[in-house]
Antibody, heavy 113, light 109 residues
Framework: EVQLVESGGGLVQPGGSLRLSCAAS????????MHWVRQAPGKGLVWVSH????????NYADSVKGRFTISRDNAKNTLYLQMDSLRAEDTAVYYC??????WGQGTLVTVSS | QTVVTQEPSLTVSPGGTVTLTCASS?????????ANWFQQNPGQAPRALIY???NKHSWTPARFSGSLLGGKAALTLSGVQPEDEAEYYC?????????FGGGTKLTVL
C-alpha cells in the first residue's frame, strides 16, 4: 500500500523555523508533482506550494512566498517544506499530497509564544 | 486575489443526485484549470476523487463524476450513499499556483 508520512511538526515560537518532511513508501516520489497543503483548525484547505518531479520548478502561495521553501530528495524519496519566519497564522495541519492522488495524514504545526 | 467559490452547504436524500459547483472569480472555468475534487471526513485527511476536470482515480466510486457546467467545474454524485456525507473541496490551477475553494458541507438526510 502506498504511504506518505509527514513529520517535523510541533510547537514553535513566532519568528522561528521548522522543517517538515514527507516520506514516501511503495511509491516513487520523483515521478510526480508534489504539493503541500495546510488546514487551520476548523477551517478549509489552503494550497501552500508545489514542486515538479526533478525539483527544478516550484511555486508558492502569496501568503508563504519568501518564507517557505519546498524541496525534494528523490534519492531518499522524501519531500520537504522549510518554514522560516513563522507567524501565528501559519498554525495548521500540514499535508503533503501527490498529483497522482495520494495524501499523507498530516502533521500539526503550532506557532505560539 | 483569486477566489474560488463553492456552495457552503447542500442537503441530499439517500439515493438522490446532487451537483456541487466550483466557480472562479476570474471568470469561466475551463479544462485549463485542471479542476480537482477532494472529499474530507471530520478528523481525517482529504481523499482525492477527481483530477483534470473529469478523470477518476482508481479508488473513486462510480457514482462520482466531474464535469464543466455553466462556466464552473462541477462534481455530481448520483445515487448518494449515507457515507458520502462529508466536506468536499475543489482545487483550480492558475498557471503556476493552485487555489482551493472554501468547501461544501454535504449532508445526506
Amino acid at each position: 500500500e502506498v504511504q506518505l508520512v509527514e513529520s517535523g511538526g510541533g510547537l514553535v515560537q513566532p519568528g522561528g523555523s521548522l522543517r517538515l518532511s514527507c516520506a514516501a513508501s511503495r511509491f516513487t516520489l520523483s515521478t510526480f508533482w508534489m504539493h503541500w497543503v495546510r488546514q487551520a483548525p476548523g477551517k478549509g484547505l489552503v494550497w501552500v506550494s508545489h514542486i515538479n518531479g526533478d525539483g527544478s520548478s516550484t511555486n508558492y502561495a502569496d501568503s508563504v512566498k519568501g518564507r517557505f521553501t519546498i524541496s525534494r530528495d528523490n534519492a531518499k524519496n522524501t519531500l520537504y517544506l522549510q518554514m522560516d519566519s513563522l507567524r501565528a497564522e501559519d498554525t495548521a495541519v500540514y499535508y503533503c499530497f501527490a498529483a497522482e492522488g495520494h495524501w499523507g495524514q498530516g502533521t500539526l504545526v503550532t506557532v505560539s509564544s | 486575489q483569486t477566489v474560488v467559490t463553492q456552495e457552503p452547504s447542500l442537503t441530499v436524500s439517500p439515493g438522490g443526485t446532487v451537483t456541487l459547483t466550483c466557480a472562479s472569480s476570474t471568470g469561466t472555468v475551463t479544462s485549463s484549470y485542471y479542476a480537482n475534487w477532494f472529499q474530507q471526513n471530520p478528523g481525517q485527511a482529504p481523499r482525492a476523487l477527481i483530477y483534470s476536470t473529469n478523470n477518476k482515480h482508481s479508488w473513486t466510486p462510480a457514482r462520482f463524476s466531474g464535469s464543466l457546467l455553466g462556466g464552473k467545474a462541477a462534481l455530481t454524485l448520483s445515487g448518494v450513499q449515507p457515507e458520502d456525507e462529508a466536506e468536499y473541496y475543489c482545487l483550480l490551477y492558475y498557471g503556476g499556483v493552485w487555489v482551493f475553494g472554501g468547501g461544501t458541507k454535504l449532508t445526506v438526510l
